[in-house]
């Protein structure tokens, strides 16, 4: 089988592609069949559907129609992640966090305005400010662990969200704050094990054992070294 990978990109994918301008994050949904990015200045958000053929013959990826969101409440989206298949979280620097439905081009593509399905603020001890990252691990089919990274305030916060009441948070908590110096990307392994986040200022990632023992005053568990921003 050859090694060589093909990326089709559909006509109305690459306008809006070329549109986004600065962007900051991308992420797959759960199924690895849709693929969202974070226009940053284009304030907007953007979904794509992606097909993914493995043969004997070739091995291809083929991003078709996409649909381009935008909001009122979209301010410098810096980070988002998928919840679900239909639901995606982003975070806004110069705003806060937002639960967004994302609708599939196979029924009406292009742009189209939207309203926030939920707007998470935290609570009184983890509220949320300046939030650029997130990751999404779901706890059982009703309820979801959110992660925000709070990119100035050097903490990141964690959220239990009910499906059942429009991802609503029912807990918010600090979850992490030691070391962290400009916090600027996070993810959870995908067996719920690991967390990683990002630490912008001292270029490190630091590695977490996702463990009902970890808190606030946690040290991470083992330090990558030598990267960049």
Not at 137 to 164: G, K, M, Q, W
Request: net charge neutral.
């Amino acid at each position: 089988m050859s090694a060589r990978v093909d990326c089709i990109v559909s006509p109305s994918a690459r306008a809006a592609l070329a549109g986004l301008g600065r962007t900051e994050d991308v992420m797959f949904s759960p199924s690895g069949r849709r693929l969202a990015i974070a226009g940053y200045r284009a304030n907007r958000i953007a979904i794509f559907d992606i097909a993914i053929d493995v043969s004997a013959q070739a091995r291809k990826v083929v991003v078709g129609g996409g649909v381009e969101l935008e909001a009122s409440t979209l301010h410098r989206p810096h980070g988002l992640c998928f919840l679900d298949e239909e639901t995606v979280a982003v975070a806004n620097r110069d705003g806060g966090v937002q639960v967004y439905a994302a609708p599939s081009a196979r029924i009406e593509p292009g742009r189209r305005e939207a309203r926030p399905m939920q707007s998470l603020t935290g609570g009184a001890d983890a509220p949320i400010r300046t939030p650029g990252s997130l990751a999404s691990f779901a706890l059982d089919p009703d309820t979801i662990e959110l992660l925000v990274c709070h990119n100035y305030s050097n903490v990141v916060t964690r959220h239990v969200l009910d499906r059942r009441h429009g991802f609503a948070s029912i807990r918010d908590d600090v979850l992490l704050r030691r070391d962290l110096d400009v916090p600027d990307g996070i993810c959870i392994s995908p067996d719920g094990t690991w967390i990683a986040v990002s630490n912008h200022n001292t270029h490190e990632v630091l590695l977490y054992r996702r463990t009902a023992a970890l808190g606030p005053d946690a040290a991470p568990d083992a330090v990558l070294r030598n990267v960049i921003c």
